[in-house]
């Protein structure tokens, strides 16, 4: 009896354990009320809610009110900036709902978005021309583009990974002050010190020759004009663009300065003509393609070359036309920048300020497809006498050109520093003597070329400038402590003087300038190696692309290394 117990059980133990298993595994049928809160398995649900908020993010809202206010002033909507300015397709956003959001609770644990108020702040990634970037947009939409209508850790999180991936920042500004409106005050309860919690990464990007690049847009006030200025490189639209610390109502109470309009206080003509704003463009459209072509001269960051392209200009061009470029007058004046366009390749050269500081010339351009920076004087502006504006103007340049790593062909005619009552009022020195000190203290490679006249502390300071020396000088070139006009009337004032005669004071004044022009021939200097070497102004090109390529082959590996192992610390601002 026991026996065929046992062998009962033993049948039936396995099918039993079976049941049980198939059990677990079959799909049971689950009671109605529980299948509504049940959860698809693919996460559709939480993917439909992304999609839903991208969707109104990315959608304009015609009857708004900001945006109605956006194309009434003739601007892009912020979306429409992004598309225009990235390559097509390239645009990959970061934050993609970050904003405000209203939650309808649905049955169980669901629930929907019922509003949503996007972050006023569009950011990502994209290319320029093949090259990936990190950008932010501001949407002047959403409360005027006010700083704190967006997440601080968003636009936080984009200046760090700008650093971290070494890639270049493009900043679109169109936004309001930092902490926004006073109702900010109201909301929160309470009010604020003004943090600024991104400017510690923004000075280490500049520093580090991470390329941040801006574009005004509309009103940059407060923290958007500062975020701006605080670029490598800026430029403003003349037909929506305008800056300022703070707007037309602000200053009609702080200085009763009344009925300001954007244009007056802080439009092109005041910033594109001090140095605020580097460069002015006609429209949007047009400041998407200069921050498009500066970014074609530089690099990710200064850890690297700049960038080499290929050029069907021919290195041993000859520039015949430099040979008569400079008048044998001299009180006749030429065009410094058609020798900087025969010189570089072809279609190459980009000017930077073009509008302020005008007795120089600086800019970007391209030897054999090598990045290069120039710097000129201005004989047109003040016979090129360098002013304190001009001496800012090539400070910045020098700076801007250390941190990427791009070495300076320079083209000398300097008469020397501005004189007179309004250099002095200006703080000409001031500024020259800061001049001297960032050509003596940055390291990147500089070539010169003398065109003409090289005299005073301003001549001496653009031409001894790197030890030894890498300068020729063309035949129209004259030098020495002072020009000699004026300087015949200093040297040998007490012997003039004592001429009653005004005919033999004059006769003896041209005596002496005859003697001194013949001495100053520029044959005589290059006997006594007082120059290194007088050229034939056709073979410019030719000799400059030589040293550009040995500096790209030799020079700029070396300095590199000695950037990375803290030997050289560049620093723009």
């Given at each position: 009896?026991?026996?065929?117990?046992?062998?009962?059980?033993?049948?039936?133990?396995?099918?039993?354990?079976?049941?049980?298993?198939a059990?677990?595994?079959?799909?049971?049928?689950?009671?109605?009320?529980?299948?509504?809160?049940?959860?698809?398995?693919?996460?559709?649900?939480?993917?439909?809610?992304?999609?839903?908020?991208?969707?109104?993010a990315?959608?304009?809202?015609?009857?708004?009110?900001?945006?109605?206010?956006?194309?009434?002033?003739?601007?892009?909507?912020?979306r429409?900036?992004?598309?225009e300015?990235?390559?097509?397709?390239?645009?990959?956003?970061?934050?993609?709902?970050?904003?405000?959001?209203?939650w309808?609770?649905?049955?169980?644990?669901?629930?929907?978005?019922?509003?949503?108020?996007?972050?006023?702040?569009?950011?990502?990634?994209?290319?320029?021309?093949?090259?990936?970037?990190?950008?932010?947009?501001?949407?002047?939409?959403?409360?005027?583009g006010?700083?704190?209508?967006?997440?601080?850790?968003?636009?936080?999180?984009?200046?760090?990974?700008?650093?971290?991936?070494?890639?270049?920042?493009?900043?679109?500004?169109?936004?309001?002050?930092?902490?926004?409106?006073?109702?900010?005050?109201?909301?929160?309860?309470?009010?604020?010190?003004?943090?600024?919690?991104?400017?510690?990464?923004?000075?280490?990007?500049?520093?580090?020759?991470?390329?941040?690049?801006?574009?005004?847009?509309?009103?940059?006030?407060?923290?958007?004009?500062?975020?701006?200025?605080?670029?490598?490189?800026?430029?403003?639209?003349?037909?929506?663009?305008?800056?300022?610390?703070?707007?037309?109502?602000?200053?009609a109470?702080?200085?009763?300065?009344?009925?300001?309009?954007?244009?007056?206080?802080?439009?092109?003509?005041?910033?594109?003509?001090?140095?605020?704003?580097?460069?002015?463009?006609?429209?949007?459209?047009?400041?998407?393609?200069?921050?498009?072509?500066?970014?074609?001269?530089l690099?990710?960051?200064?850890?690297?070359?700049?960038?080499?392209?290929?050029?069907?200009?021919?290195?041993?061009?000859?520039?015949?036309e430099?040979?008569?470029?400079?008048?044998r007058?001299?009180?006749r004046?030429?065009?410094?920048?058609?020798?900087?366009?025969?010189?570089?390749?072809?279609?190459?050269?980009?000017?930077?300020?073009?509008?302020?500081?005008?007795?120089?010339?600086?800019?970007?351009?391209?030897?054999?497809?090598?990045?290069?920076?120039?710097?000129s004087?201005?004989?047109?502006?003040n016979a090129?006498?360098?002013?304190?504006?001009?001496?800012?103007?090539?400070?910045?340049?020098?700076?801007?050109?250390?941190?990427?790593?791009?070495?300076?062909?320079?083209?000398v005619?300097?008469?020397?520093?501005?004189?007179?009552?309004?250099?002095e009022?200006?703080?000409?020195?001031?500024?020259?003597?800061?001049?001297?000190?960032?050509?003596?203290?940055?390291?990147?490679?500089?070539?010169?070329v003398?065109?003409?006249?090289?005299?005073?502390?301003?001549?001496?300071?653009?031409?001894?400038?790197?030890?030894?020396?890498?300068r020729?000088?063309?035949?129209?070139?004259?030098?020495?402590?002072?020009?000699?006009?004026?300087?015949?009337?200093?040297?040998?004032?007490?012997?003039l003087?004592?001429?009653?005669d005004?005919?033999?004071?004059?006769?003896?004044?041209?005596?002496?300038?005859?003697?001194?022009?013949?001495?100053?021939?520029?044959?005589r200097t290059?006997?006594?190696?007082?120059?290194?070497?007088?050229?034939d102004?056709?073979?410019?090109?030719?000799?400059?692309?030589?040293?550009?390529?040995?500096?790209?082959?030799?020079?700029?590996?070396?300095?590199?290394?000695?950037?990375?192992n803290?030997?050289?610390?560049?620093?723009?601002?």
């Open positions: 009896m026991t026996n065929n117990d046992n062998s009962k059980s033993s049948k039936t133990a396995p099918s039993e354990r079976l049941s049980q298993v059990g677990h595994v079959a799909p049971r049928k689950r009671r109605s009320a529980r299948a509504k809160d049940e959860l698809p398995a693919d996460y559709s649900d939480i993917l439909g809610q992304l999609e839903s908020l991208k969707t109104i990315s959608t304009p809202d015609t009857k708004n009110k900001g945006y109605v206010r956006q194309k009434q002033a003739g601007k892009l909507w912020v429409e900036r992004v598309l300015l990235l390559d097509e397709g390239s645009f990959r956003e970061v934050g993609s709902v970050s904003g405000t959001v209203q309808k609770k649905l049955e169980g644990t669901k629930e929907e978005p019922e509003s949503y108020i996007p972050s006023n702040n569009v950011q990502g990634f994209g290319t320029l021309r093949g090259r990936r970037v990190v950008f932010t947009a501001d949407d002047f939409s959403i409360r005027a006010h700083a704190d209508g967006a997440l601080m850790e968003k636009t936080i999180y984009m200046e760090k990974l700008a650093i971290a991936l070494k890639l270049p920042i493009i900043k679109l500004v169109d936004g309001s002050s930092g902490g926004g409106s006073v109702t900010t005050i109201k909301t929160a309860g309470y009010s604020y010190i003004p943090p600024m919690p991104s400017f510690k990464h923004v000075a280490e990007q500049l520093n580090l020759g991470i390329p941040n690049l801006g574009a005004v847009l509309g009103p940059a006030i407060g923290l958007g004009a500062a975020r701006v200025v605080a670029c490598h490189f800026s430029v403003m639209a003349a037909d929506v663009g305008s800056l300022f610390n703070a707007g037309p109502k602000v200053v109470g702080a200085t009763f300065e009344e009925g300001l309009s954007f244009t007056d206080l802080g439009g092109p003509s005041m910033h594109c003509t001090n140095g605020t704003i580097d460069n002015l463009a006609a429209n949007e459209q047009e400041c998407f393609e200069q921050l498009r072509t500066v970014l074609s001269y690099p990710n960051s200064g850890a690297s070359l700049p960038p080499i392209i290929p050029s069907d200009d021919p290195v041993d061009r000859p520039c015949e430099l040979r008569t470029i400079i008048p007058r001299k009180a004046m030429y065009d410094p920048r058609k020798i900087i366009a025969a010189v570089v390749d072809v279609g190459s050269w980009f000017e930077i300020g073009a509008l302020w500081g005008t007795t120089a010339i600086v800019g970007l351009a391209r030897l054999a497809g090598r990045p290069v920076g120039i710097i004087l201005n004989c047109e502006v090129g006498a360098l002013d304190a504006a001009g001496s800012q103007k090539i400070t910045r340049h020098l700076k801007f050109c250390d941190s990427f790593n791009i070495p300076i062909l320079q083209f005619d300097v008469p020397g520093y501005a004189i007179g009552t309004n250099a009022r200006t703080a000409t020195m001031r500024h020259g003597i800061a001049l001297a000190t960032t050509y003596f203290s940055t390291t990147t490679p500089v070539f010169s003398v065109t003409r006249r090289v005299y005073g502390v301003a001549g001496g300071i653009m031409l001894d400038c790197r030890d030894p020396r890498m020729v000088a063309w035949p129209s070139g004259e030098w020495g402590s002072l020009p000699l006009d004026g300087g015949i009337e200093v040297g040998h004032a007490a012997e003087r004592a001429i009653k005004d005919d033999k004071r004059m006769a003896r004044y041209k005596e002496l300038e005859e003697e001194y022009t013949r001495l100053m021939n520029p044959v290059a006997n006594a190696f007082g120059v290194e070497e007088i050229i102004p056709a073979l410019t090109r030719q000799i400059a692309v030589e040293w550009l390529k040995h500096v790209y082959d030799e020079l700029l590996p070396s300095r590199l290394l000695d950037r990375a803290g030997k050289i610390h560049p620093i723009f601002y």
